[in-house]
Antibody, heavy 128, light 107 residues
Framework: QVHLMQSGAEVKEPGASVKVSCKPSGYTFSDYYIHWVRQAPGQGLEWMGWINLNNINKGATKYADNFQGRVTLTMDTSISTVYMELSSLRSDDTALYYC??????????????????WGQGTLVIVSS | AIQMTQSPSSLSASVGDRVTITCRASQAIATDLGWYQQKPGKAPKLLIYGASILQNGVSSRFSGSGSGTDFSLTINSLQPEDLATYYCLQDFNYPRTFGQGTKVEIK
């Protein structure tokens, strides 16, 4: 059974950085992409980026522009863990941060995202 | 970035009703769209990908349709456990973008 275990809640001051971990299990670590999505309190979902764990292009990343270089996704294959680091934290970065496995689907013509497995979420609170 | 606009933002329906949520993209996205269900206090759950392909293990009461700019998620015979917020997500290009969500309540 696929499971994504995320690290615990964090409280950070404005201007600091936070690093959240996501450890998938129940499948071959290097077979898929991992996306990160956040949700501010009472708000909708916001896509942050993905990291490619696939051996063909391992470590490749894609980020949402509106984070303006503040987000960095990395991986440590020795411990099968993915990290999301967000820097220059502001109060509006207070949110629940999710990782999600993308078991991309190919229908012979197109690829479709398929975020079928999610972590439990990590609450990051930014407050002075 | 592609804007995804869902309607309605919320709805209330009775058990057994048929419910339809729509999602409109600001530009054509072929069938590169997924639907996610988020129950209170839980992580999102994939329902539909490729606009109309039902994810394994998801109830057949859920169905998706559409292509280009207009999409819909239909819940047949609404059940109490369908209380949730539903989001569309385009995967046509980057950045991926979600709709603002549709909150479904049970009368």
């Amino acid at each position: 059974q696929v499971h994504l275990m995320q690290s615990g809640a964090e409280v950070k001051e404005p201007g600091a950085s936070v690093k959240v971990s996501c450890k998938p299990s129940g499948y071959t670590f290097s077979d898929y992409y991992i996306h990160w999505v956040r949700q501010a309190p009472g708000q909708g979902l916001e896509w942050m980026g993905w990291i490619n764990l696939n051996n063909i292009n391992k470590g490749a990343t894609k980020y949402a522009d509106n984070f303006q270089g503040r987000v960095t996704l990395t991986m440590d294959t020795s411990i099968s863990t993915v990290y999301m680091e967000l820097s220059s934290l502001r109060s509006d970065d207070t949110a629940l941060y999710y990782c999600a496995r993308d078991s991309e689907y190919y229908d012979g013509a197109n690829y479709f995202d398929r975020l079928g497995d999610w972590g439990q979420g990590t609450l990051v609170i930014v407050s002075s | 970035a592609i804007q995804m606009t869902q309607s309605p933002s919320s709805l209330s329906a009775s058990v057994g009703d048929r419910v339809t949520i729509t999602c409109r993209a600001s530009q054509a996205i072929a069938t590169d769209l997924g639907w996610y269900q988020q129950k209170p206090g839980k992580a999102p759950k994939l329902l539909i990908y490729g606009a109309s392909i039902l994810q394994n293990g998801v109830s057949s009461r859920f169905s998706g349709s559409g292509s280009g700019t207009d999409f819909s998620l239909t819940i047949n015979s609404l059940q109490p456990e369908d209380l949730a917020t539903y989001y569309c997500l385009q995967d046509f290009n980057y950045p991926r973008t979600f709709g603002q969500g549709t909150k479904v309540e049970i009368k």
